[in-house]
T-cell receptor, first 112, second 112 residues
Framework: GDSVTQMEGPVTLSEEAFLTINCTYT??????LFWYVQYPGEGLQLLLK?????DKGSNKGFEATYRKETTSFHLEKGSVQVSDSAVYFC???????????FGSGTQLTVLP | GAGVSQSPSNKVTEKGKDVELRCDPI?????LYWYRQSLGQGLEFLIY????????KSGLPSDRFSAERTGGSVSTLTIQRTQQEDSAVYLC??????????FGPGTRLTVT
């Protein structure tokens, strides 16, 4: 079945540091890929998405590129802020199963 | 416009009691999903409704769990004879034809 493997946390960075959270996947079809973010005390929010190979999703300074050859969708941000502290989830869905399959989540803490 | 709403936000129940959790999706969204978020299992898919089609119940963990969606809108997730391992945050999401899922704030269920 489909699965998502996500870099284990927690990750602690200083403000303005570079962020990478690794995500790789296994899927039987051609998945759409997503990053969701969960801020403290809030629900899941879609951060960005990519629906086909070589697509780059971007939002709020975060980027991720759909790499079919390495089955990866790593999340990056050039300069993190304290307000980026949250849990980040990589996820996928495929045409045959619209439900999302999630990674285990990565807790990010950004220190001032 | 209004997002996905869920009620109650918190529910504490005794082991063996039945509980009902409610989800109001975004107006016009034809698809509705239930997920469970727990410390040990991460984010798990439970059930999926699409329009008038038969629901995909493949993620329900046992026959104590059931869900219905009335009038293609509001959904209720029912857990019968609750067990301590049912303690989790239950998340509802809805989507339109774009398949981007929008999540509600969740219901935190605690079984004592």
């Amino acid at each position: 079945g489909d699965s998502v493997t996500q870099m284990e946390g927690p990750v602690t960075l200083s403000e303005e540091a570079f962020l990478t959270i690794n995500c790789t996947y296994t899927a039987t079809g051609y998945p759409s890929l997503f990053w969701y973010v969960q801020y403290p005390g809030e629900g899941l929010q879609l951060l960005l998405k990519a629906t086909k190979a070589d697509d780059k999703g971007s939002n709020k300074g975060f980027e991720a590129t759909y790499r079919k050859e390495t089955t990866s969708f790593h999340l990056e941000k050039g300069s993190v802020q304290v307000s980026d502290s949250a849990v980040y989830f990589c996820a996928l869905n495929t045409g045959s199963a619209r439900q999302l399959t999630f990674g285990s989540g990565t807790q990010l803490t950004v220190l001032p | 416009g209004a997002g996905v709403s869920q009620s109650p936000s918190n529910k504490v129940t005794e082991k063996g009691k039945d509980v009902e959790l409610r989800c109001d999706p975004i107006s016009g969204h034809t698809a509705l999903y239930w997920y469970r978020q727990s410390l040990g299992q991460g984010l798990e898919f439970l059930i999926y409704f699409q329009g008038n089609s038969a629901p995909d119940k493949s993620g329900l963990p046992s026959d104590r769990f059931s869900a219905e969606r009335t009038g293609g809108s509001v959904s209720t997730l029912t857990i019968q004879r609750t067990q301590q391992e049912d303690s989790a945050v239950y998340l509802c999401a809805s989507s339109s034809v774009s398949y981007e899922q929008y999540f509600g704030p969740g219901t935190r269920l605690t079984v004592t």
